[in-house]
């Protein structure tokens, strides 16, 4: 048998595979059809502190071979996830990577608090989320995801990572700032921002105009990102996200 044991920073893993969230509610119900054993760990849906109800239907729509969500992170709360997801983990045959998502630092830290405490393995920072002061999002501002990934990282003892975006404008400021803040590794990357119109009706397809643009035309923007990302800082550990659909 072929020895896939890699590491990823502090962490190790059986097989350089990490299961994305993705569609699925919560990794235990993706458990019966995804054969986790031939992952190395499974990164569960994000949480935030306090419930977040997401946005209106519709949430979701093709696009081309891609497909466009504006799903608005919905999730019932740290609390309920622990309580009802997180005593599940230890069933499952794989580590599971908690994700935390929060409007300002202290809500990121109060909920990987909570993720450390339900048994999560690591910590993935989703930065990806959108900011309330400005409505943006924390990945697009190297100041400000460094001080999220400072608060988690003054949180908790797990290890942690920085889900960062494609959208920004200087990824490989960014992914330094963070590295910098105490993140193990970067996550690169996210969905790309998108949106598309129903042309009989003429009304956008997503609920809130624009959305994350995946599927596999991301590949190439996420693999850019890794490049970048890996010539100017070697040494940051990296994680590859976006478009994967076979070994190749």
Request: one cysteine or more.
């Amino acid at each position: 048998m072929v020895d896939l044991r890699t590491v990823l920073g502090p962490v190790s893993l059986r097989s350089p595979l990490i299961a994305a969230s993705g569609t699925v509610g919560a990794v235990h119900d993706f458990a019966p059809v995804g054969a986790l054993h031939a992952y190395g760990a499974a990164v569960a849906k994000s949480v935030s502190d306090e419930p977040w109800p997401g946005r209106p239907a519709p949430r979701l729509a093709p696009a081309g071979v891609g497909m466009l969500n504006g799903i608005g992170i919905q999730n019932p709360g740290i609390r309920v996830w622990a309580a009802e997801a997180g005593r599940r983990l230890g069933a499952l045959d794989v580590p599971v990577w908690g994700s935390a998502v929060g409007y300002r630092p202290a809500e990121f830290a109060r909920v990987a608090v909570g993720l450390e405490a339900a048994g999560v393995a690591a910590v993935e920072v989703n930065l990806s989320c959108p900011n309330q002061d400005g409505g943006t999002m924390f990945a697009l501002d190297p100041e400000a995801a460094a001080s999220v990934v400072a608060a988690v990282r003054r949180a908790v003892a797990l290890p942690v990572g920085a889900k960062l975006s494609p959208n920004a404008a200087d990824i490989v400021a960014v992914a330094k700032a963070t590295g910098d803040a105490g993140a193990d590794w970067v996550v690169l990357t996210n969905t790309v921002w998108g949106a598309a119109v129903d042309v009989d009706t003429r009304r956008p397809l997503l609920s809130g105009v624009v959305g994350g643009y995946s599927g596999r035309p991301l590949k190439p923007i996420a693999l850019r990102c890794v490049w970048e990302v890996s010539r100017a800082i070697p040494s940051l550990p990296i994680g590859g996200c976006g478009g994967i659909a076979n070994g190749q």
